[in-house]
């Protein structure tokens, strides 16, 4: 088989992609004092920017929206000014990286939120188990239900993040609408109980997404904005009774903003199942669609080829390998990523993976 749509270039918006490989968001819990990114993340996105495009790990808009320890934000001038020395040395080495918004809602805990309070959501439905503090881990505790007035000063905060990324050098941004975070709680009924404009059909349950996106596009070029979805993805203790529906008009509702991508989580982080039809929500869409989640490089090829994706992001595969376009061009051996340094730590595991000798 040709291996020719890998390493071919792709157009977003006014950027162009020199390959179709994508490094997806990556949380990896090092940010320095106030969530600030600092030199050892500088290093470590300057190595992997071979990538077509890289997206940043995931960011939070507000102090509220936080959820682990040592994730960074993008809402004080410290984290846009750390931001801006990583999105430098990445333009440096002929690199492009957006940066992922987002709002943790429910998955949070009193001890991070600002004044210790509630953890926020559409619905006060605590997640099952438990989560990391900085005091170790800790059961989640039940949310506070979000009022709707609340609502359009959250989506105001997505897009002064937004602002702050491109201020510091973001090549764009990604909405992160994925994984049982905020927005994700209110696409589905499994978290979304409520009975105002915000909850119950799907159209009510994307009202917030499409909220985000309208305010994040009047400070952000629609062709410098992604979102991020994962339908059937129960990571975070998230469930819909009806995947497909729900997800088929989220897609349908976000085809008319002409965005750079829709990138998809394909399938169950947990059980590893995939069952939706991915190329109905893709089709529903109608623009570039990136694919993620178990892509090796025949995969991702054999789905370039086939038309069911634009664009394939590649995760653990990217926490090993810094030089993965080289590396797959080249068919060498990949490097197996250590699950123990996944979160939290220092060089160890982030940016001492080798990269092939030249
Ligand atoms: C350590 C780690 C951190 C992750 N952090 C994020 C994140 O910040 N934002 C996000 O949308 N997904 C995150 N994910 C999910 C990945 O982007 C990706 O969907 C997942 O790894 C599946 O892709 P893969 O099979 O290529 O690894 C994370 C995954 C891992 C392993």
């Known amino acids: 088989m040709s291996q020719d749509i890998l390493f071919s270039p792709f157009h977003i918006g006014s950027l162009t992609l020199p390959n179709r490989m994508v490094m997806a968001p990556l949380t990896r819990n090092r940010a320095g004092d106030g969530n600030t990114p600092h030199a050892l993340n500088v290093e470590y996105y300057a190595q992997r920017a071979t990538a077509g495009l890289m997206i940043s790990e995931a960011t939070q808009i507000s102090p509220q929206g936080v959820g682990y320890p040592g994730t960074p934000g993008i809402h004080s001038p410290e984290q846009m000014a750390g931001w801006e020395r990583v999105t430098a040395a990445v333009h440096k080495k002929g690199g492009r990286i957006f940066l992922q918004l987002w709002h943790v809602g429910r998955v949070s805990h009193p001890s991070l939120q600002p004044d210790g309070g509630k953890p926020v959501a559409p619905s006060a439905l605590a997640p099952q188990g438990e989560t990391f503090t900085a005091d170790g881990m800790a059961p989640f505790e039940t949310p506070r239900t979000l009022d709707a007035e609340e609502m359009p000063f959250i989506a105001a905060q997505y897009a002064q993040g937004a602002e702050n990324a491109m201020a510091a050098g973001f090549d764009g941004v990604e909405i992160h609408a994925a994984n049982g975070y905020l927005i994700d709680q209110f696409l589905r009924d499994g978290t979304n109980q409520r009975t105002d404009l915000y909850g119950g059909s799907p159209e009510n349950r994307r009202r917030f997404l499409k909220e985000v996106v309208e305010a994040v596009l009047e400070v952000v070029d629609a062709g410098k904005v992604g979102v991020r979805l994962s339908p059937e993805n129960t990571f975070n203790d998230i469930c819909d009774s009806e995947p497909q529906a729900t997800f088929d008009a989220v897609a349908e509702m976000l085809n008319s ?102």
Do not use: C
């Open 257 to 358: 903003y002409h965005l750079a991508y829709l990138h998809v989580v394909e399938g169950d982080f947990v059980s590893g199942e995939k069952t939706l039809d991915y190329p109905r929500i893709k089709d529903l869409f109608g623009g570039p669609y990136m694919a993620n989640a178990g892509y090796t490089k025949e995969l991702a090829e054999k789905s370039l080829q086939a038309g069911t994706a634009d664009l394939i992001s590649f995760g653990s595969l990217y926490i090993a390998n810094p030089d993965l376009v080289v590396r797959f061009a080249e068919n060498a051996p990949l490097t197996e990523p250590d699950e123990a340094t996944y979160y939290g730590g220092g060089a160890k595991g982030y940016t001492d993976y080798p990269f092939l000798p030249r």
